[in-house]
């Protein structure tokens, strides 16, 4: 069949690729028509009137054969002439008589190296573009443009969708763990519902959120589900994030869906499918003989516990399973493309009753409407079941005790409640409530953007972006009253429905133009949205067995309560972008921003930012220097503000209206919140200096040193009582995060059949508290974490655990004792409250933020099988474990399990033993469990985070099938972890949370997961 | 574009809150005073006061035995061993501050002289304040009967003071916080003219705090003045028979003898985190079952307690006690050797038939009896203490021989037995220990309970805690000496 040959064409500088509508505007800097002319039309008839040009043609495939499609084709140094390539990769392009001369084409294509050729007399081309695995060629998406990474003045980092998925979940956070140095990210559950958190640079703030912020296709906020994603990009110094104004000081991180491709329609499906168990680390608790062996020394317990042995742990637990299926299709002509996908994710909790379910939905269509015009639709909508685990099944797991039965002589649960001599303090069997009670909810979430570019002129387009954002959940608890939790009101049903909506629009100009070497863009943003929720609940009781509607209920249990908030924003932005033969590159940005939370004195602030980078290697002296074959230096300044976590009304001085104010039935009004109308942004102003080195183009270096200093931090004011107010929102003080972070990419060994490559980030962060606000040296003083001037925000300040006395088995802490000159002693106390008072309690040095984090990656591909291993490491830091209240507390519960004591603790007997653990007693030793550093543990860790093997079919298998690809693999999270850490699982919230950090309670450990996955397409 | 930026601009607008209201606009006019009286009262429905009050004012006591030990605060409480950081006592301080921060707001808008109601509202405040003030100086200073009440108080937060004067305030002597309760309660009895439910203050409620506190600070004359003025203003009587047996699952609008209850309503059911999780466990329809059905049910009638009221087994107040059985045999709390007899206590369940609902009776007639019994007991005036005694004797049922005569009494002299008295009558009440400390009496408790922890060996269930101990009040929160340092600790 014949071809139809490509028509000639004028280039317009419209979206390079369709793929990345966004890089359209680095497009503007490097391409620019020396005319102004209007109208497009126009060109055409220019073009007629050319009578000695030379039409030159070719063919465009990547480095396997494939046609690529869309592929940008100018003559350097003049972008107004351009082509791109068509479905068969052909292309044509007719060159103006007076630049056939000297000419060179360059062939450019997102996530491709750009391939230059002189016209010299050749009129075909044959032209093969491989794709960019260096990173420095990446496109990345930073605030409003998109740039080739080695362009940037600023420090990101860029994951892409292969390395991203490695590991299994549906939580992005869950996938970014260890893949880019400063990102830590930290999961406080194996409970598949819930998400980790992630901390970029270490926090900046004591009471406002640390959680960056999510932009997705170019817009704040948004939806989409992991397998969607192209690739992710972290902003992390201020020249990227500033941008973003108010909500970008704790870095952003930038989520770009999968676009179509024009070419031949491509359908793919992926499955994975596998199961999970809980890991357990050094943490083992007692059998009935270790219980009984153990509180015989102090209780007295009668031998015919023995009889029963049961392992309450493993009832709780299960192996889980693991389903994630997707089918996605994507292709499209020239001029419109898309990608469709859908996607089913299930996975059981290794905790009983505990899953989650999800549905989601992806239709992104891009359509160039006119020459001048292009249109992006974006949907996304997902649906999402949670079941959560209820009726107190960990806490049971971890505290009932193995001389209690779980089950009667029928195989069916007991209930604790009348099961007599139940020995356990709480009366209580887990297995008997989950047969009726349950607690889940489920949430709809529906995206949808409009974006439209439109090209005024040749330097300068007019953008739109806008978005509908629309979630709407449910919830429901239910405990039936033949279980413990519903018994006492004849059965509880809590009903909750939430619903919001957020309106966004950003409406953007920009204007591009080059003056010979010179390079200048020009951007302009206003931009507003607005966010309401609203959410009810009702709670009814004395519900027959089994029926689980409100309508049933025959009374209410609480209030039924209700509320509607609506909080905006509105940001001004403006951008210049500055760069000089492509060597060196100036940027500078300010933002005026308003928000609704702030106080009516100061709802509005300014930020600034700067930007400039030096690309050494393009300078004649580094030119065609075979080792160095890339370097660039860059710095960056500027202001963000953080308006993430207060209170909506943050500001005011309120009095609460809700039902908790009313008295006897009457509605009343009571004091709730002390006022602050000066209450304003927090301000973090960030420098950050850091440079990227290629070697030999195989080992890639960048390295990065920054200072974040917060002024004016907003901070959640404990008040004393007699104020009146549990609290006030204040700005207070500073804080100073400074750190180094690199990422080191090597390929190892390069070559036909065999390829080795390795990637180690690591980032150090160190944070002091500078200065707080009235001359105060220490806020929440008391609390186990006082934010106090000289020292880190997370490091712990407790009454100092002294050991056991080894003449009788006694706690020890250590009292500070001041002299009436102002000496202090340090002597031994074993009563408690002479260690818990400002003066005995010490600063020990350990905190709870890490020394380092980082990962570390190897991947070896050999013909046609991968093999990859990644590990994940956290070092330095300590970590509360409060849990052991329960189980490891001298005696103090008879009635509930004890943990067997972890290597290297031991027990006092007898007068002279010197020991960890005091001497146990009924009822608990002088208050031994109570906060001290007595619980503080070493919280390093490092975990086999992902290993997997992959195979791909070779080529001439799949021909014949009409499969394109065929791939299968095996993989494994999660497998092993390296930890001193006595309890079930080191990883821990290592971002405050309440005031808090670094705590670990009753633990849902997370899963070690064995899948096995099969992806093709054709 | 230009369009565009307009509109976007024009979002620059703000929201109000739905759940709150600006304070600006809480107290402008005499409807907001109701209002916002309302929400004083509110705060004391906090579990963080209410229970945590009564944890700290009952669990000291020999009423109650704990049958296993627990790692809550509350068991701290009970056996003596406070630490600094105590969760009840930091609860309760910040709750109780809080309502008399509230009530300050509204003693300072509203003028002495105005409208009857707001007069009214006014006292009311007044009341609270008091109320919360001498439970702050019973919880945290020593009784007034020791050193002349110069001993360490609490701060004394009043209307009109500064900010730096309230993040600077120190402790008042107990003296002048009982002058400044007293004064808050004459005030308040004299703007107050309604005679509004006994969920709310009203003349006669501040007049039998007064009372209370007239006992407390041994002024006997004036106790008996305002018992005198609460039993004859005809507004409350001793409820009888079955009516009293079930006093405590009456609503307290419904209930004739309740001066003053910190109402609940139906929906403020608190479940195992009500006051009577604690003591009772029950099915629905209340009768007795094992630990964990309804409540936590651990802290029991003390065998002490339990075995005196036996001496008279017609007296109708067994009925606050439900004896935990099975086939009739009394069951017990293993956990301890001894172990402990569960004897429920149900005075705080069961209110409209809900198992852990109640409202705390803060203030009731018999107490007034009982205040006037004993001021005349220590004014040598036998006969009129009792015949008050006796005549909560006889609403209990009991007669002949087990009412008092001046001739019956034997060795005992006339103020033992209206202190037996005010024990069978008020317990589980948050009475108890104060009533001895103050009296200059000891703390005796020889019965089964985590007391016995605190012995070697643990099978001594033997306690003795003089009025002079150091333990018989609480430390004050270290969290609140951390905000501010001129708050000294209590030995």
């Known amino acids: 069949m014949k071809k139809p040959k490509p028509k000639p064409t004028m280039w317009f500088p419209r979206k390079g690729s369709l793929r990345y509508p966004l890089a359209m505007m680095i497009g503007m800097s490097l391409i620019h028509s020396p005319q102004s002319i209007a109208l497009p039309f126009a060109n055409h008839a220019t073009a007629e009137v050319i009578r000695l040009d030379r039409t030159v043609t070719g063919k465009v495939k990547d480095e396997n054969g494939e046609p690529l499609v869309g592929v940008t084709v100018t003559i350097k140094g003049n972008n107004a002439i351009g082509a791109s390539t068509d479905l068969n990769g052909d292309f044509s392009l007719i060159i103006p008589e007076n630049l056939i001369s000297n000419a060179t084409l360059v062939f450019s294509y997102i996530g491709y190296a750009p391939v230059e050729a002189a016209l010299g007399e050749q009129n075909t081309f044959d032209i093969a573009l491989t794709s960019a695995s260096n990173q420095l060629e990446q496109v990345v998406v930073v605030g409003y443009s998109a740039k080739k990474v080695k362009y940037l003045s600023s420090s990101v980092s860029t994951i892409n969708n292969e390395k991203l998925r490695d590991v299994t979940s549906n939580e992005l956070p869950n996938l970014l763990q260890g893949k880019a140095p400063g990102v830590v990210v930290s999961s406080a559950s194996g409970d598949p519902t819930s998400a980790g958190r992630i901390l970029i640079r270490g926090a900046g703030t004591i009471s406002a959120g640390t959680s960056p912020l999510i932009v997705v296709d170019g817009n704040i906020g948004g939806s989409y589900n992991p397998v969607d994603v192209e690739s992710i990009t972290v902003l992390k110094d201020v020249a990227a994030t500033g941008l973003y104004g108010s909500r970008a000081a704790n870095g952003v991180i930038i989520v770009n869906t999968k676009m179509g491709k024009a070419g031949k329609t491509q359908i793919s499906f992926a499955n994975t499918m596998g199961f999970a168990q809980a890991t357990t680390g050094n943490f083992r608790l007692m059998n009935s003989q270790q219980l009984y062996d153990f509180q015989s020394t102090f209780y007295p317990r009668e031998a015919s516990v023995l009889q029963t042995n049961t392992n309450w742990w493993n009832e709780a637990f299960r192996t889980g399973f693991v389903n994630n299926h997707t089918i996605s299709a994507s292709g499209g002509s020239e001029r419109t493309t898309f990608y469709i996908s859908a996607n089913y994710y299930k996975e059981q909790g290794t905790q009983i009753e505990n899953d989650k379910t999800g549905y989601n939905f992806r239709a992104n ?488 984090t980082g990962g570390l990656s190897n991947t070896v591909t050999y013909k046609n099988f991968t093999v990859s291993a990644f590990f994940n490491f956290v070092y330095g830091n300590w970590v509360y474990n409060e849990s052991r209240v329960y189980f490891d507390n001298d005696g103090l519960y008879e009635s509930y399990n004890q943990m067997v004591l972890a290597k290297g603790w031991s027990r006092w007997e007898k007068p002279g033993d010197v020991v960890t653990h005091p001497k146990p007693i009924v009822g608990g030793n002088k208050d031994s469990n109570q906060s001290s550093s007595r619980y503080l543990e070493d919280g390093s860790y490092i975990r086999l985070r992902n290993v997997r093997v992959g195979y791909s079919l070779p080529d001439n298998l799949l021909g014949k099938n009409g499969f394109s690809r065929v791939s299968v693999f095996v993989s494994g999270d999660n497998l092993w972890t390296g930890t001193k850490f006595s309890g079930p699982d080191p990883e821990v919230t290592l971002s405050q949370v309440d005031l808090s950090s670094g705590l670990s309670s009753l633990r849902y450990p997370i899963s070690k997961k064995y899948l096995i996955g099969i992806n093709f397409s054709f | 574009m230009g369009a565009l930026l307009f509109v976007t601009a024009s979002c620059e607008k703000y929201y109000e809150p739905t759940t709150s209201i600006d304070e600006e606009s809480a107290l402008t006019n005499a409807a907001d005073v109701e209002t916002a009286t309302i929400g004083t009262y509110a705060v004391l429905l906090n579990a963080a006061y209410v229970r945590s009050v009564h944890f700290l004012m009952e669990y000291p006591s020999d009423e109650v035995a704990q049958g296993q030990s627990s790692g809550d605060d509350l068991t701290r409480a009970y056996r003596y061993t406070h630490i600094n950081t105590s969760g009840h006592a930091t609860n309760f301080w910040g709750q109780a501050y809080k309502v008399i921060a509230a009530a300050n707001k509204i003693i300072a808008y509203v003028p002495d002289e105005s409208s009857v109601i707001l007069r009214q509202l006014k006292g009311e405040n007044l009341y609270l304040r008091a109320m919360m003030h001498f439970n702050l100086v019973r919880v945290f200073g020593r009784p007034y009967t020791q050193e002349g009440g110069n001993n360490p108080g609490v701060p004394l937060l009043m209307d009109g003071m500064s900010d730096d004067a309230i993040n600077n305030i120190t402790r008042s002597p107990v003296k002048e ?311 000294t600790q209590n030995p």
Not at chain 1, 456 to 468: A, E
Not at chain 1, 473 to 490: F, H, M, V
Not at chain 1, 759 to 784: H, P, W, Y
Not at chain 2, 385 to 397: I, M, P, T, W
């Open chain 1, 365 to 852: 269509l891009q359509s160039q409407l006119t020459n001048r015009l292009t249109a992006k639709v974006l949907f996304n909508g997902t649906f999402n079941k949670d079941n959560y685990a209820n009726s107190n099944t960990l806490y049971d797991a971890y505290n009932n005790l193995p001389f209690d039965p779980a089950y009667d002589a029928d195989g069916q649960p007991i209930d604790g409640r009348t099961y007599p001599n139940w020995l356990g303090r709480d009366r209580e069997s887990f297995l008997h409530s989950v047969q009726y009670n349950y607690s889940k909810a489920q949430s709809l979430n529906v995206t949808t953007d409009v974006n439209l570019d439109y090209e005024l002129t040749d330097k300068i387009t007019l953008s739109s972006y806008n978005r509908i954002n629309f979630g709407n959940g449910l919830s429901a608890s239910y405990n039936d009253k033949r279980t413990k939790q519903g018994g006492a009101n004849s059965g509880e049903l809590y009903n909750g429905t939430s619903y919001s909506s957020r309106l966004l629009t950003s409406n953007r100009i920009r204007y591009s133009e080059d003056f010979g070497k010179h390079g200048l863009t020009v951007l302009g943003v206003a931009e507003a949205e607005t966010t309401y929720s609203s959410s009810t609940s009702a709670a009814g009781k004395g519900l027959p067995p089994g029926r689980d509607v409100m309508s049933v209920a025959t009374d209410i249990l609480t209030n039924p309560t209700g509320l509607n908030e609506q909080v905006g924003f509105r940001k001004f932005l403006g951008q210049a972008d500055y760069n000089y033969d492509n060597k060196y590159f100036l940027v500078g940005s300010f933002v005026n921003e308003f928000s609704s939370l702030f106080g009516k004195n100061n709802s509005t602030a300014n930020f600034y930012q700067l930007g400039a980078s030096w690309i050494l290697s393009n300078e004649e002296f580094l030119k065609n220097n075979k080792t160095l074959t890339f370097a660039k230096l860059r710095a960056s300044n500027g202001t963000v503000g953080n308006a993430d976590g207060i209170s909506n009304f943050a500001s005011l001085g309120l009095y609460t209206i809700s039902s908790d104010a009313s008295y006897s039935g009457l509605p009343g009004a009571a004091p709730s919140q002390k006022g602050n109308p000066d209450l304003t942004w927090e301000k973090i102003k960030s420098s950050n200096v850091g440079f990227d080195l290629s070697f030999f183009n195989r080992i890639d270096l960048v390295v990065d040193a920054y200072v974040k200093e917060a002024s004016e931090l907003l901070y959640r004011k404990p008040l004393a009582a007699t104020t009146g107010y549990s609290y006030v929102w204040v700005n207070a003080g500073s804080i100073r995060n400074k750190g180094i972070e690199f990422s080191l990419t090597s390929t190892n060994i390069k070559g036909k059949d065999f390829n080795w490559e390795t990637n180690l980030n690591m980032a150090f962060n160190r944070n002091k508290v500078l200065e707080l606000s009235d001359g105060s040296t220490v806020f929440n003083s008391g609390a186990r974490q006082p934010i106090a001037v000289g020292h880190n925000m997370d490091e712990y300040n407790l009454p100092i655990w002294a050991g056991v006395n080894p003449e009788n088995g006694d706690p020890q802490w250590e009292k500070v004792v001041k002299d009436a000159n102002g000496n202090v002693t340090k002597e031994l106390t074993s009563t408690y409250n002479q260690a818990q008072t400002a003066d005995s309690r010490q600063f020990a040095g350990k905190t709870a933020a890490p020394k380092f």
């Open chain 2, 177 to 487: 916080v009982y002058d400044s309760v007293i004064q808050d309660l004459i005030k308040a009895a004299d703007l107050m003219s309604e005679d509004k439910s006994n969920s709310f203050a009203s003349k006669e409620v501040a007049q039998a705090l007064l009372a209370r506190v007239y006992l407390y600070k041994g002024e006997n004359e004036n106790a008996i003045k305002y018992a005198d003025l609460v039993i004859k203003s005809g507004r409350y009587k001793l409820v009888q028979g079955g009516e009293f047996s079930s006093y405590f699952k009456t609503a307290p609008a419904s209930n004739q003898e309740t001066i003053f209850a910190i109402r609940h309503t139906k929906v403020q059911d608190r479940g195992f985190s009500a006051i009577g999780s604690m003591y009772f466990s029950a099915d629905a329809s209340g009768t007795a079952e094992g630990q964990g059905v309804s409540g936590w049910a651990e802290i029991y009638a003390s065998k002490k307690y339990v075995d005196f009221l036996a001496k008279n087994p017609a007296d109708l107040r067994s009925n606050f006690i439900s004896p935990y059985t099975i086939n009739g045999v009394l069951q017990h709390n293993i956990k301890l050797s001894p172990s402990t007899p569960m004897y429920y206590i149900n005075k705080y369940s069961m209110q409209e038939g809900v198992i852990n609902l109640s409202s705390p009776v803060y203030l009731r007639l018999a107490e007034m009896h009982l205040i006037r019994a004993e001021a005349n007991a220590k004014t040598g005036k036998t006969a009129a203490a009792l015949e008050d005694v006796n005549l909560l004797r006889q609403r209990a049922g009991l007669s002949g021989n087990a009412l008092y005569t001046v001739g019956n009494l034997g060795a005992k002299k006339v103020l033992d037995v209206v202190m037996e008295e005010r024990w069978l009558e008020l317990a589980f009440e948050g009475h108890r220990s104060y009533d001895l400390f103050r009296n200059n009496l000891p703390m005796e408790r020889n019965y089964p309970g985590t007391h016995s922890l605190n012995n070697t060996p643990t099978t001594n269930i033997t306690q003795k805690v003089l009025p002079t101990d150091a333990r018989t009040i609480f430390f004050i929160p270290q969290a609140e000496i951390d905000r501010n340092p001129k708050l």
